[in-house]
């Protein structure tokens, strides 16, 4: 049997049988992916697609995850801002989030401040998160903020910023309660905000470290 073939192998009799801790299976094939990428072998678009798919596996072990973890830590409304379709840092984000039990709802890209009100009002979410990786859309963090005030929702949510281009001095000019550089940075803030236990599940472990293997490849590209 290929290495790949034991990969997909052992990733089919684990969720078959509902292991989840054996979500370490894609670790692998991460780290091969990630030594390709060093090499010269493969390059950004690659690097997206292991992302994706990594994404979609998640789709299946989210069950299995939340059975390891019984009901969600707490409840987390995220989206890229308006203007903005860069998502790649926001599904990082949002897998190592599900992976450590936050039920998560995700608006997608180019999200305008009125979905974003609609999201809180709707979801009434410990956290909202807005993402932005230009200097350009950036300040719809404002917007939003603004937004979130003009409809009574502000002192209710807490509001966290991330992308690529956004610093803690950014943040706080723009009145948001916290800035995180980095999805597991944000994932611990969430935690600490809900008060969840610091200890994860073996399955919210590995895929932490799968996601941190993800994340560190594409900074360095
Ligand atoms: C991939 C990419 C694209 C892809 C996006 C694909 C996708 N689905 O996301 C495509 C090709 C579509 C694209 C388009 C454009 N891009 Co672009 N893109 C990039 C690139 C190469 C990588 C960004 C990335 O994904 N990084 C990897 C992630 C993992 O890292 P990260 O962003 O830091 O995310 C982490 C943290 O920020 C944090 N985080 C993220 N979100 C959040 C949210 C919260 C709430 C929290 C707490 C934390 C958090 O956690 C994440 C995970 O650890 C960057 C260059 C670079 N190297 O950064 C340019 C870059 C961001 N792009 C840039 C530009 C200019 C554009 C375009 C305008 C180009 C053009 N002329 O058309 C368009 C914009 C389109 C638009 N309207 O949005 C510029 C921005 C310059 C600036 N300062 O404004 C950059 C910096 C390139 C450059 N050097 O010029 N781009």
Same mark, same amino acid.
Not at 27 to 46: A, Y
Not at 116 to 124: L, N, P, T
Not at 176 to 196: C, H, I, N, Q, W
């Given at each position: 049997?290929?290495?790949?073939?034991? #990969?997909?192998?052992? +990733?089919?009799?684990?969720? $078959?049988? =509902?292991?989840?801790?054996? !979500?370490?299976? /894609?670790?692998?094939?991460?780290?091969?992916?990630?030594?390709?990428?060093?090499?010269?072998?493969?390059?950004?678009?690659?690097?997206?697609?292991?992302?994706?798919?990594?994404?979609?596996?998640?789709?299946?072990?989210?069950?299995?995850?939340a059975?390891?973890g019984a009901k969600p830590v707490g409840?987390?409304?995220?989206?890229?801002?308006?203007?903005?379709?860069?998502? #790649?840092?926001?599904? +990082?984000?949002?897998?190592? $989030?599900? =992976?450590?039990g936050?039920e !998560?709802?995700? /608006?997608?890209?180019?999200?305008?401040?009125?979905?974003?009100?609609?999201?809180?009002?709707?979801?009434?979410?410990?956290?909202?998160?807005?993402?932005?990786?230009?200097?350009?859309?950036?300040?719809?963090?404002?917007?939003?903020?603004?937004?979130?005030?003009?409809?009574?929702?502000?002192?209710?949510?807490?509001?966290?910023?991330?992308?690529?281009?956004?610093?803690?001095?950014?943040?706080?000019?723009?009145?948001?309660?916290?800035?995180?550089?980095?999805?597991?940075?944000?994932?611990?803030?969430?935690?600490?905000?809900?008060?969840?236990?610091?200890?994860?599940?073996?399955?919210?472990?590995?895929?932490?470290?799968?996601?941190?293997?993800?994340?560190?490849?594409?900074?360095?590209?």
């Amino acid at each position: 049997m290929s290495r790949e073939e034991e #990969i997909r192998a052992g +990733l089919f009799e684990h969720t $078959l049988y =509902g292991h989840a801790p054996e !979500v370490k299976a /894609l670790i692998p094939s991460l780290e091969e992916v990630g030594r390709r990428f060093e090499k010269g072998d493969f390059f950004v678009p690659e690097m997206l697609i292991a992302a994706r798919a990594m994404q979609g596996a998640l789709v299946i072990l989210r069950p299995l995850i939340a059975e390891t973890g019984a009901k969600p830590v707490g409840r987390y409304v995220i989206g890229t801002v308006k203007g903005d379709i860069h998502d #790649i840092g926001k599904n +990082l984000v949002v897998i190592m $989030l599900e =992976g450590a039990g936050f039920e !998560v709802f995700d /608006l997608g890209v180019n999200t305008p401040p009125e979905k974003f009100v609609e999201a809180v009002q709707q979801h009434e979410p410990d956290v909202v998160g807005f993402s932005a990786f230009l200097t350009t859309t950036m300040p719809m963090f404002k917007a939003n903020i603004e937004a979130l005030t003009k409809a009574g929702l502000r002192d209710k949510v807490h509001v966290a910023v991330g992308g690529a281009p956004v610093t803690q001095e950014y943040a706080k000019h723009v009145g948001a309660d916290s800035y995180a550089p980095d999805a597991s940075f944000a994932t611990r803030m969430a935690k600490e905000l809900v008060g969840a236990r610091t200890g994860s599940s073996p399955g919210a472990a590995a895929l932490e470290q799968a996601v941190m293997k993800i994340d560190e490849t594409l900074r360095k590209g």
